[in-house]
């Protein structure tokens, strides 16, 4: 009787075994793994490769110059569930954002910030306000705001715009110093044709100096040409 529970209770043993072995087997066959590549694209969401291998992303500056306040109302759309941008607003679950640029992370007294972007020092200005638009997550780690972010710093440069107008009114960047830079060779390229017609002979002669070169004095072009 004993060998018969005995053998009764090694195969319970073993079928256990063998059900764990082939769940763990199973388990690492169905196991979710994110696709070499993407279906589609989510906004906001970084694809593998991208941080590391990116050229650096030029300052905002450099798209403000073509950015439009009515493509900027636009993208507020993608704010207005959680915000409001008029005088006096209610605060949402964000709070309203009349006038922020230039005023300080965090403040509106009748609004709970969260403690990760109280602690950001400075103020609300083109390029914090640009890098918090571009990845709260990243800005503020800690943040409560879910929002992913846009990715396109045109984008970000029309709703910068946009909202400077809703009653912060800040003085508008210059392009980088880098793009009035590549203005300076076709000046470069001017100004060197300007000389070229300066030194161009006169109606009927030859050109400016080439006859003194290389004359005695008193010699005309003619005795050089014989040799003299």
Known sequence: MDDRNNTIAGWVLFGGIAALGLSIVTGMYFAPHRPETMGYVVEGVEQEGEAGGAEAE?????????????????????????????????????????GVLGKAHGHLPNFQYSDALKSVPGNWDWDSMSAW?????????????????????????DLLLYLNAQGSNLPVPPPPAEEAAEEEP???????????????????????????????????????AKGN
């Open 58 to 98: 030029p300052p905002i500056a450099a798209f403000l110059a073509t950015a439009s306040a009515a493509r900027g109302e636009a993208q507020f759309k993608k704010c207005a569930a959680c915000h409001t941008v008029t005088p006096g607003g209610a605060n949402g679950i964000g709070p309203n954002i009349y």
């Open 133 to 157: 638009l571009k990845s709260p997550k990243s800005y503020a780690p800690g943040t409560r705001m879910s929002f992913a972010g846009l990715s396109k710093p045109q984008d970000r440069a």
């Open 186 to 224: 076709a000046n470069a390229v001017e100004a060197v044709d300007d000389v070229a017609v300066s030194e161009e002979a006169p109606a009927g002669g030859s050109p400016a100096g080439a006859a003194s070169v290389g004359l005695p004095t008193g010699a005309t072009t003619d005795q050089a």
